[in-house]
């Protein structure tokens, strides 16, 4: 299927490719990479909403320009980025599974002590593209609750399906879920 859903995001119009995530049932993805104006718009959207906040943790890899962009615009000189694979320069992991839609298997994140030491006792807000099971979003909850962060706030770019009526996230626009016939079904 080559279907496509329109959306406007941050005032910006973009057409989202409909993928088969399992049989009759498929996701729009959303996809940030090089797409500048978009990341900076939302980047600009997200903040105006955020709560007062010291560090950004986003988990690998998609929303990590998106993260970024936060930083720098809010004069937040570092961010945090749990890692989706061990790096040799990583030292007193912490570790916790995630079960992602969009890969469809089991992952585990990981986060660098020297960042886990860097967020104890900060006010952390956990930015990500796209929030839709909740499954990322927990294990990131786990990973800063187990360095002793501050969870104030969980944003995303886009909720999706059931996500978007979920009280504890702040999104910026509804993503809906797909039939094969390209039809909205949640």
Same mark, same amino acid.
């Given at each position: 299927?080559?279907?496509? @859903?329109?959306? !406007? ?7 989202? %490719? ?43 890899? +998609?929303?990590? %320009? ?5 930083? /720098?615009?809010?004069?937040? @000189? ?5 890692? =989706?694979?061990? *790096? ?21 994140? @990981?986060?660098?002590? !020297? #960042?886990?030491?860097?967020? =104890? $006792? +900060?006010?952390?807000?956990?930015? #990500? ?15 800063? *609750?187990?360095? $002793?962060? !501050?969870?104030? $706030? =969980? ?10 009526? /979920? #009280? #504890? ?9 797909? !039939?094969? +016939? ?5």
């Amino acid at each position: 299927m080559d279907k496509t @859903y329109s959306i !406007n995001i941050a005032g910006l119009k973009r057409e989202l %490719p409909l993928c088969e995530v399992a049989p009759d049932f498929y996701i729009a993805a959303l996809v940030m990479f090089g797409d500048v104006e978009l990341t900076v718009r939302c980047a600009e959207e997200l903040l105006k909403k955020a709560p007062e906040f010291d560090v950004i943790i986003t988990p690998e890899a +998609k929303s990590i %320009p998106l993260a970024y962009e936060m930083a /720098r615009l809010s004069n937040h @000189y570092r961010y945090i980025v749990a890692r =989706k694979g061990i *790096k040799v320069y990583m030292r007193d992991i912490i570790a916790k599974e995630v079960m992602s839609i969009t890969t469809q298997r089991k992952q585990t994140l @990981y986060l660098d002590g !020297n #960042d886990g030491e860097y967020m =104890k $006792g +900060k006010r952390i807000l956990i930015v #990500d593209d796209v929030i839709s099971t909740g499954e990322s979003l927990a294990s990131m909850e786990a990973l800063v *609750k187990a360095v $002793g962060g !501050n969870i104030v $706030g =969980k944003m995303a770019v886009l909720a999706e399906g059931e996500a978007a009526s /979920r #009280d #504890d996230i702040i999104f910026l626009e509804k993503l809906p879920l797909f !039939n094969g +016939k390209g039809e909205i079904i949640l």
